[in-house]
């Protein structure tokens, strides 16, 4: 596929991070020693910001400036997998503002190697879902390709097979939490649900409610009772959320498991869990003001509390 490092000018683009409605990790690995994993992955307003422009040669920039080399970060490893793949030159500068928590479960670092590719592909004139693209997301990590386009999804194999996307059909208040310790790292979330697995649950159901939402919103006129209508069906995806991941994580960090526990304890939660691998957990709230308070209230308790929306 023929490509060009020509010169392209500045570029920008806000990312989202993301919430695991439903996270099955399986004892099955596959020839790369990755679990099998089913996840049904939903984008939230909680943005990075990505900037690539002109440089003499890569350089990578986090503000506020991450605890790892440039060269380690799934930023560079984008940048220079998608260079080689087309045969140019990376010669560019790569700035990422930080806002999403890192290895809090929310896909921070996946969110930015995706941006990376989205904006180099087009700058180097390849669309970003072009499978070549895509493979090479999949190769920088299990979450990147979700987010070239970041949208309800359901990913298989590794986490890293886009098999189905959904209709959004709501923006559901939600509210995330990360105790106040340092983050879960993912590999030893996974080392110990090897040591103690637990068998994961079925996303049928919860897929099956986010595509008949779509198909009935489809077509619909706006009326009164819609309102209604949506807060039955974000009671519905509450009550189907799954991950057999979190115990791996409220062992390795008992916060985790403290602050999950305190979500699903606030009024006007409607459910609540860990998110990916931790450290955070989020909980689908009845009203944006629920959401709000309970950000606030976190931030009393020493947490870090966030008042936002994901895309149901």
């Not at 560079?76 to 140019?88: H, S, Y």
């Not at 890192?102 to 941006?115: M, R, T």
């Not at 990590?141 to 309800?152: E, K, Q, S």
Request: hydrophobic share 45%; net charge negative; glycine share 6%.
């Amino acid at each position: 596929m023929a490509a060009s490092s020509s010169k392209f000018g500045r570029q920008t683009i806000k990312i989202p991070c993301k919430v695991n409605l439903h996270l099955g990790i399986h004892t099955q690995k596959d020839q790369r020693g990755y679990h099998k994993v089913d996840s049904l992955m939903v984008p939230v307003a909680l943005y990075d910001t990505v900037v690539v422009d002109d440089a003499p040669e890569l350089t990578v920039t986090h503000e506020p400036q991450l605890c790892v080399l440039p060269e380690r970060t799934t930023t560079w490893k984008a940048a220079v997998l998608l260079a080689n793949k087309l045969g140019v030159s990376p010669d560019v500068s790569i700035d990422v503002q930080v806002h999403i928590p890192e290895k809090a479960g929310l896909g921070g670092s996946s969110a930015d190697a995706a941006a990376t590719l989205y904006l180099l592909a087009q700058r180097w004139g390849v669309d970003p879902l072009d499978p070549l693209v895509v493979e090479v997301a999949k190769a920088v990590g299990a979450d990147v390709a979700f987010f070239l386009d970041p949208r309800p999804s359901l990913m298989l194999g590794a986490g890293d097979t886009l098999v189905e996307t959904y209709a959004s059909t709501v923006d559901a208040p939600l509210a995330i939490v990360l105790p106040a310790e340092t983050g879960v790292v993912t590999k030893e979330a996974y080392d110990q649900f090897d040591a103690s697995p637990i068998a994961p649950e079925s996303y049928e159901q919860l897929s099956a409610l986010l595509r008949a939402a779509g198909q009935d919103a489809a077509g619909m006129e706006p009326a009164p009772d819609n309102a209604a209508a949506g807060e039955q069906f974000i009671q519905q995806v509450a009550s189907l959320l799954f991950n057999n991941l979190a115990p791996a994580a409220k062992s390795l960090k008992p916060q985790v498991a403290e602050v999950e526990e305190w979500l699903k304890a606030q009024s006007g939660v409607l459910g609540a869990q860990v998110s990916g691998s931790g450290s955070s957990s989020f909980a689908l709230c009845e009203s944006q003001d629920t959401a709000d308070a309970i950000a606030a209230a976190a931030q009393a308790e020493g947490w870090r509390g966030f008042s936002t929306t994901c895309k149901l």
